[in-house]
């Protein structure tokens, strides 16, 4: 690979952004990462990466044009991953979650206007996979979109942010002539690099105390370690084949047998009781992406890694 390319990745200091920012410091490029406050402490272990010298951090809000205009100039490509992260009820999700999201994924496609050679939208499975007509025994793949009226309906209200902007990305792109693909990531689990828990991280410490909190109350868990994420979004940015969407999930589980699996692994936590073993579940695939070469850990390495992560920062205690 040739030295010295500058990327840019949006929402630099969260789960998934740290662990791009630093498979590509790795790799030898130069990364523009947007954050809020370059100089918050949550920010703070994305200048202890190694080959920090080659990054930049740019005070930036996606809902502000000109700061993403500023990180983005000069960079080759863009990894689009700030995104509002909204699984509970929210109060007004039109301000909270749906504009935010839209609005400013239009403004880094309009941002990279010149100069950039590939975009990737990191969207989510939320995309696919609420879709009840859909059969059980097929497996949803990237030609299943999830139905709007049955999310709006229910007031999955991430969902929706999700597919309005994956939905508006598209268009955007193919209509300016932007080289877009999307990746969608299932439930991102994974050791932390930041000190603080986010969302999905949260829910997953809840389960293991006992409590179960949306997503952790649905009957099937679709899983992706966030280190495989971060391959993945490498890899089609670099694959010149990579065209259009691709699934991003490891595992699809029954909650209940993913219960059973942590206790087998972690006997002295408190397990929610689950009475779901008989509902059936759709599988998840990312056939598409392991044809480019996609790979990812056991589904016990990922645990571990994810459990003993939460216990050495102290989120989380053995009972």
Same mark, same amino acid.
């Given at each position: 690979?040739?030295?010295?390319?500058?990327?840019?990745?949006?929402?630099?200091?969260?789960?998934?952004?740290?662990?791009?920012?630093?498979?590509?410091?790795?790799?030898?490029?130069?990364?523009?990462?947007?954050?809020?406050?370059?100089?918050?402490?949550?920010?703070?272990?994305?200048?202890?990466?190694?080959?920090?010298?080659?990054?930049?951090?740019?005070?930036?809000?996606?809902?502000?044009?000109?700061? #993403?205009? +500023?990180?983005?100039? =000069?960079?080759?490509? /863009?990894?689009? $991953?700030? &995104?509002?992260?909204?699984?509970? @009820?929210?109060?007004?999700?039109?301000?909270?979650?749906?504009?935010?999201?839209?609005?400013?994924?239009?403004?880094? #496609?309009? +941002?990279?206007?010149? =100069?950039?050679?590939? /975009?990737?939208? $990191?969207? &989510?499975?939320?995309?696919?996979? @609420?879709?009840?007509?859909?059969?059980?025994?097929?497996?949803?793949?990237?030609?299943?979109?999830?139905?709007?009226?049955?999310?709006?309906?229910?007031?999955?209200?991430?969902?929706?942010?999700?597919?309005? &902007?994956?939905?508006?990305?598209?268009?955007?792109?193919?209509?300016?002539?932007?080289?877009?693909?999307?990746?969608?990531?299932?439930?991102?689990?994974?050791?932390?690099?930041?000190?603080?828990?986010?969302?999905?991280?949260?829910?997953?410490?809840?389960?293991?105390?006992?409590?179960?909190?949306?997503?952790?109350?649905?009957?099937?868990?679709?899983?992706?370690?966030?280190?495989?994420?971060?391959?993945?979004?490498?890899?089609?940015?670099?694959?010149?084949?990579?065209?259009?969407?691709?699934?991003?999930?490891?595992?699809?589980?029954?909650?209940?047998?993913?219960?059973d699996k942590l206790r087998k692994l972690y006997p002295n936590?408190?397990?929610?009781?689950?009475?779901?073993?008989?509902?059936?579940?759709?599988?998840?695939?990312?056939?598409?992406?392991?044809?480019?070469?996609?790979?990812?850990?056991?589904?016990?390495?990922?645990?571990?890694?994810?459990?003993?992560?939460?216990?050495?920062?102290?989120?989380?205690?053995?009972?």
């Open positions: 690979m040739e030295e010295n390319r500058k990327v840019c990745v949006t929402g630099a200091g969260g789960f998934v952004a740290s662990w791009l920012v630093k498979l590509l410091l790795s790799k030898g490029f130069i990364v523009h990462g947007t954050v809020r406050d370059p100089d918050n402490p949550k920010n703070a272990h994305l200048r202890k990466l190694e080959h920090a010298e080659n990054l930049r951090l740019f005070k930036a809000d996606v809902l502000d044009y000109e700061s #993403l205009s +500023a990180a983005i100039a =000069g960079c080759e490509g /863009v990894f689009h $991953v700030a &995104s509002p992260v909204v699984l509970e @009820a929210c109060h007004d999700p039109q301000v909270e979650l749906i504009q935010p999201t839209v609005d400013g994924t239009i403004n880094v #496609l309009k +941002a990279c206007s010149e =100069g950039v050679r590939r /975009v990737v939208l $990191v969207s &989510s499975c939320a995309t696919a996979v @609420a879709n009840p007509a859909w059969p059980f025994d097929k497996i949803m793949d990237e030609n299943c979109y999830s139905d709007k009226v049955f999310c709006e309906e229910r007031e999955y209200w991430y969902f929706i942010s999700k597919i309005l &902007s994956e939905e508006r990305a598209v268009e955007y792109c193919k209509s300016n002539g932007l080289d877009l693909v999307v990746v969608c990531p299932s439930l991102v689990v994974g050791p932390l690099l930041q000190q603080t828990v986010n969302q999905t991280s949260e829910h997953l410490i809840e389960f293991l105390k006992g409590r179960r909190k949306l997503p952790m109350t649905l009957h099937v868990q679709h899983l992706v370690d966030a280190r495989d994420v971060s391959d993945a979004l490498l890899l089609v940015y670099e694959s010149p084949e990579a065209r259009g969407r691709y699934i991003c999930n490891s595992f699809s589980i029954a909650t209940w047998e993913f219960c936590f408190s397990y929610p009781k689950l009475n779901d073993k008989e509902k059936p579940y759709h599988i998840l695939g990312s056939e598409k992406l392991m044809q480019l070469g996609w790979k990812q850990m056991p589904f016990e390495k990922s645990i571990r890694d994810t459990v003993e992560d939460f216990l050495s920062k102290g989120f989380l205690t053995h009972n």
